[in-house]
């Protein structure tokens, strides 16, 4: 690979099961009766191999999960949690998104390889800012106690979570489409056949870290080839109405190609506009 700039290459040996029996097993329960199960696989296969591996920034569709309780969201966002090392894990923490505190905050997440969101609501994505600045990658104004204020670059990966999809304010919609939405459907009671306890799964999982890791490196792989995340249809079309909602118009405009007009015409015809629409 051209981008890796090592001079030096050492052999080694990864230790530990390869097996992602289990990994897989969670997965596809959790998108069970998803139409697009395979694609939301890979789109997260290739997702956590550019979290883990540091390219996560490099492309565009940050995964923001979206369910109202009890349908793994949790388990997911833990297990994911787990193929990190804890000093490269952080948080998004509702209690200093804003106020004096904001700029300390801010200074604690330089360093970080993955920024998770376990509860994300509406309020702390339409009303803090900084956090959608953290998540555009845009520098933030940041310190510690005692030391001056400097600029904070986050580079690491962001995943979120919540019941809901944040009402969206934003016209450009420029920051909604950095996500890829990805919404649970499925309720998982305890006492249900087949459904774990969280700390039995947790450490099922736990004990796949090795496999999981080469698993996410082989869609790292595939990424790099593709250019781009696989993208699950449900995801589209969930992202869409969260920008645009039933605005028949907007979804029009953005499903036309607007860089290459009928016949190759340096504009667009307005009986060509109105034909892309009817259909």
């Known amino acids: 690979d051209d981008r890796v700039l090592a001079e030096h290459v ?25 139409a697009d199960r395979e694609q939301r696989i890979a789109y997260l296969q290739e ?9 996560a920034n490099a492309y565009r569709g940050l995964p923001f999960l979206v369910g109202t309780g009890q349908n793994g969201k949790s388990a997911l966002c833990f297990a994911i949690q787990d193929l990190f090392t804890a000093d490269a894990v952080r948080h998004v923490d ?9 700029e300390y905050y801010v200074a604690s997440l330089e360093g970080g390889k993955v920024l998770i969101g376990f509860d994300v609501s509406g309020e702390m994505l339409r009303d803090t800012s900084f956090l959608k600045r953290v998540i555009s990658g845009e520098p933030i104004d940041a310190r510690r ?6 600029k904070v670059l986050f ?25 890829l939405p990805l919404r649970l459907t499925r309720v998982f009671r305890d006492g249900d056949p087949g459904v774990l306890p969280p700390a039995v799964l947790a450490d099922l999982l736990r004990a796949e870290r090795v496999g999981v890791i080469l698993w996410a490196a082989e869609g790292l792989r595939r990424l790099r080839r593709q250019g781009a995340y696989t ?20 979804w029009w405009a953005e499903a036309i190609d607007w860089s290459v007009p009928k016949d190759d015409r340096p504009w667009h015809a307005r009986t060509d506009l109105y034909g892309h629409y009817v259909e």
């Open 10 to 34: 050492l052999e080694g040996r990864v230790d530990g099961p390869r097996s992602v029996r289990r990994w897989l097993a969670f997965l596809g329960e959790l998108f069970r009766d998803d």
């Open 47 to 55: 997702w956590l191999g550019a979290a883990l591996f540091g390219e």
């Open 94 to 102: 509702p209690k200093s998104l804003t106020g004096d505190h904001a």
């Open 145 to 150: 106690p005692s030391e001056m204020p400097r």
């Open 155 to 179: 580079r690491g990966a962001v995943i979120l979570a919540g019941q809901e999809l944040p009402p969206s304010a934003d016209t450009s919609n420029a920051f909604e489409s950095r996500f």
């Open 231 to 250: 993208c699950p249809p449900s995801a589209l079309r969930e992202r869409r109405l969260w920008m645009h909602g039933d605005s028949a118009a907007a």
